[in-house]
């Protein structure tokens, strides 16, 4: 299942447990969801650069298993904006359960 | 031997899904995609053996999670520079190249600036009114081009509202001299706004992908 335009709200989500790189980023939000949120991880990068262009997220060389790798972290803007994703969210979900309910 | 050839066909594929994704992508864009990617699909490959996969299907499989190379290629043109974007980084404003590169048009065109407002005065005590308002706008025009190092534009918030006078002065410019003429020359009009227009476009596409702080000057303009 892929819902279009929620990628950038489960990165910052995944990001704000924990400093990540792109693959695990990819892996915790299958996981989380219990595999039921499903999106092509080719997909993953373009909108980890616009949220690094926005200034959600910033990113670092590191080093893993000997290995160089990318991280990112959530910013300070970027939790404002998780926030808010948040609670729009719930206002979005408690409509549709109000309406899917009923029906 | 066969396994070397699987995986060889495997990185073929890896390549292929990286030469449609960075298509039209600038030098550095493409080497930061290719980076990241590579980075990734070692990663899924190497998950999918520990799995239990056969290094073939480990890679076939790390292939296909990435998607549509075609798809992928889209969202990478909208937050990375292309190689147009790149060039336009690279060789800056063209206009203002073309005034600096002659210190001479500089003067003509300061001189120009300033003999069309005072003429406009001259016009507007005589009551042609019209004439005098073209002059004017003209005048501030070419003015406002050189009024701009000496602005508090290099902001993000001054650069937008030297960008949007400057469009508008110079819509007002077109409309005044073409006055009711406008649509017969429509035609014209298109075509010279069009040169304007489209590195206008450029110029805002490269400010939403690149953060503030790496802006050079003439972006701001």
């Known amino acids: 299942m892929n819902f279009k335009g929620t990628l950038p709200t489960l990165i910052l989500e995944t990001l704000a447990h924990e400093t990540s790189h792109g693959y695990r980023i990819a892996q915790q939000i299958k996981e989380r969801s219990e595999g039921i949120l499903d999106f092509k991880e080719g997909t993953l990068y373009p909108a980890l650069h616009k949220l690094e262009n926005e200034g959600m997220v910033e990113s670092y060389e590191g080093m893993e298993k000997g290995r160089p790798r990318r991280y990112y972290r959530i910013t300070k803007s970027g939790r404002g904006a998780l926030t808010r994703d948040r609670a729009e969210w719930r206002e979005l979900s408690r409509a549709m359960t109000t309406i899917l309910g009923e029906a | ?221």
């Open chain 2, 1 to 221: 031997m066969a396994a070397t050839i699987t995986t060889a066909m495997a990185t073929t594929g890896l390549d292929s899904w990286l030469q449609q994704a960075t298509r039209c992508l600038a030098k550095d864009s493409t080497a930061q995609v290719q980076s990241e990617i590579r980075e990734h699909y070692e990663l899924a490959r190497e998950s999918a053996m520990n799995g239990g996969a056969s290094a073939d299907e480990a890679d076939r499989l790390a292939v296909a999670a990435l998607g549509d190379a075609k798809t992928a290629n889209r969202q990478y043109r909208n937050v990375l520079l292309t190689s147009r974007e790149a060039r336009m980084l690279r060789q800056g404003n063209w206009e203002a190249q073309a005034i600096c590169s002659r210190s001479w048009i500089k003067w003509v065109l300061l001189i120009a600036a300033a003999a069309a407002v005072f003429s406009g005065n001259e016009f507007l005590l005589r009551g042609s009114i019209m004439l005098a308002w073209k002059l004017f706008a003209g005048g501030i025009v070419i003015g406002l081009l050189f009024a701009a190092p000496f602005l508090p534009v290099y902001t993000r918030l001054g650069g937008r509202v030297f960008r949007g006078v400057r469009w508008v002065a110079m819509l007002t410019m077109l409309g005044l001299a073409f006055g009711p003429d406008a649509p017969k020359w429509s035609w014209l009009l298109f075509s010279c706004l069009w040169m304007v227009a489209r590195p206008e476009w450029t110029r805002a596409s490269i400010r939403r992908k690149l953060p503030v702080a790496e802006w050079p000057r003439h972006l701001y303009l």
